[in-house]
T-cell receptor, first 114, second 115 residues
Framework: AQTVTQSQPEMSVQEAETVTLSCTYD???????LFWYKQPPSRQMILVIR??????QNATENRFSVNFQKAAKSFSLKISDSQLGDAAMYFC???????????FGGGTRLMVKP | NAGVTQTPKFQVLKTGQSMTLQCAQD?????MSWYRQDPGMGLRLIHY???????DQGEVPNGYNVSRSTTEDFPLRLLSAAPSQTSVYFC??????????????FGSGTQLSVL
């Protein structure tokens, strides 16, 4: 079975600074997707960024980028120019390409200091 | 589009009571699923369905039943609620085939407390 581990229960960052959230996963598959989801206090699950395992290029979405290390099974999220609205729970998730089920990590609570 | 609609948003039950959490989507998605979210444990898959009439168990199915009589609806039933089922429940749906822009759509969640 696949597992996803987020080793940082909480992180804090100063507004306008950069922060990196860590995620590692365990799988024997070669074809899969990885995701970062944001969950603000409203509870809504918001897709931040997605990476396809067969692509070597790291995904980028505006201020959000990932560092995908397939051999090391590592998938970190970098948030640049942090904003107060970035404060939320962040979940790393894994999905087999052939299926739809997501396996989530335990989450990292990000606090942004003004 | 309404997307994925979950009802109710909040519910308090007594131990042993039964109830059904409703989930409906209007995007003609084949795949629907239920997750529970407990503090520090992320979201865990309870049950899922890949089409009308087809359901299967996820990681934590005990104490829950599902059915999928239509493409749009995927209710989650608690037959005899237990305090261990206190959690936030999310319904999610997507197309079954893999497309470049495909993603999982989540409902807004149901906060369930079992006393």
């Amino acid at each position: 079975a696949q597992t996803v581990t987020q080793s940082q229960p909480e992180m804090s960052v100063q507004e306008a600074e950069t922060v990196t959230l860590s995620c590692t996963y365990d799988t024997s598959e070669s074809d899969y997707y990885l995701f970062w989801y944001k969950q603000p206090p409203s509870r809504q699950m918001i897709l931040v960024i997605r990476q396809e395992a067969y692509k070597q290029q790291n995904a980028t979405e505006n201020r959000f980028s990932v560092n995908f290390q397939k051999a090391a099974k590592s998938f970190s999220l970098k948030i640049s120019d942090s904003q107060l609205g970035d404060a939320a729970m962040y979940f790393c998730a894994y999905q087999l390409t052939a299926g739809n089920m997501l396996t989530f990590g335990g989450g990292t609570r990000l606090m942004v200091k003004p | 589009n309404a997307g994925v609609t979950q009802t109710p948003k909040f519910q308090v039950l007594k131990t042993g009571q039964s109830m059904t959490l409703q989930c409906a989507q209007d995007m003609n998605h084949e795949y629907m699923s239920w997750y529970r979210q407990d503090p520090g444990m992320g979201l865990r898959l309870i049950h899922y369905s890949v089409g009308a009439g087809i359901t299967d168990q996820g990681e934590v199915p005990n104490g829950y039943n599902v059915s999928r009589s239509t493409t749009e609806d995927f209710p989650l039933r608690l037959l005899s609620a237990a305090p261990s089922q206190t959690s936030v429940y999310f319904c999610a749906s997507s197309y079954r085939t893999r497309q470049a822009n495909e993603k999982l759509f989540f409902g807004s969640g149901t906060q369930l407390s079992v006393l």
